[in-house]
T-cell receptor, first 113, second 113 residues
Framework: EPEVTQTPSHQVTQMGQEVILRCVPI?????FYWYRQILGQKVEFLVS????????KSEIFDDQFSVERPDGSNFTLKIRSTKLEDSAMYFC???????????FGPGTRLTVL | GDSVTQMEGPVTLSEEAFLTINCTYT??????LFWYVQYPGEGLQLLLK?????DKGSNKGFEATYRKETTSFHLEKGSVQVSDSAVYFC????????????FGQGTRLTINP
């Protein structure tokens, strides 16, 4: 069964460093999402992406964040200058269309020291 | 904005016990409602969903009914198994835009043999 994959599973970085989290959505899906979950808190929506542009973003998704679909398969989340409070589990999701089921990857745990 | 409130965890039950995890929501429109499950080391998986009032979603012995009058979507299972141990997330999706998911805080369920 097709699945969303994410790499790395765990990323440790120093405060102020740039990180790129990678996701490979399901191949025929058109909508892509990033969510995050700070330890002990809710899963929060960050951004949705369709047709090579952001379709919606949350207040969390400020200028430090960017997303890109650099080729036909990858979907990346970049954090330019990480802060301690960016430490969280980041989930990628994809769906075949608007309003269809979102399939989630296993997540990347980001630890900012 | 839209929000989801879930029963606080963790919840520990014995095998074959009856399970209820409460979920209530606040939404401006008529959202779709979901239960997602996360097994250890895995991503979020859709467990069941309901798209309109009085709909009942069901899967793997779990069920939940969309109650508009009480703005609730409680998850139930008549007889839990050890394999049901996981974290359960209640969520809603808005009907506008890319239909991002709004999650509750998750409830960790542990079933003892």
């Amino acid at each position: 069964e097709p699945e969303v994959t994410q790499t790395p599973s765990h990323q440790v970085t120093q405060m102020g460093q740039e990180v790129i989290l990678r996701c490979v959505p399901i191949s025929n899906h058109l909508y892509f999402y990033w969510y995050r979950q700070i330890l002990g808190q809710k899963v929060e929506f960050l951004v949705s992406f369709y047709n090579n542009e952001i379709s919606e973003k949350s207040e969390i998704f400020d200028d430090q964040f960017s997303v890109e679909r650099p080729d036909g398969s990858n979907f990346t989340l970049k954090i330019r200058s990480t802060k301690l409070e960016d430490s969280a589990m980041y989930f990628c999701a994809s769906s075949v269309g608007q309003g269809y089921q979102q399939f989630f990857g296993p997540g990347t745990r980001l630890t900012v020291l | 904005g839209d929000s989801v409130t879930q029963m606080e965890g963790p919840v520990t039950l014995s095998e074959e016990a009856f399970l209820t995890i409460n979920c209530t929501y606040t939404a401006t429109g008529y959202p779709s409602l979901f239960w997602y499950v996360q097994y250890p080391g895995e991503g979020l998986q859709l467990l069941l969903k309901a798209t309109k009032a009085d709909d009942k979603g069901s899967n793997k012995g779990f069920e939940a009914t969309y109650r508009k009058e009480t703005t609730s979507f409680h998850l139930e299972k008549g007889s839990v198994q050890v394999s049901d141990s996981a974290v359960y997330f209640c969520a809603l999706s808005d009907i506008q835009g890319a239909q991002k998911l709004v999650f509750g805080q998750g409830t960790r369920l542990t079933i003892n043999p």
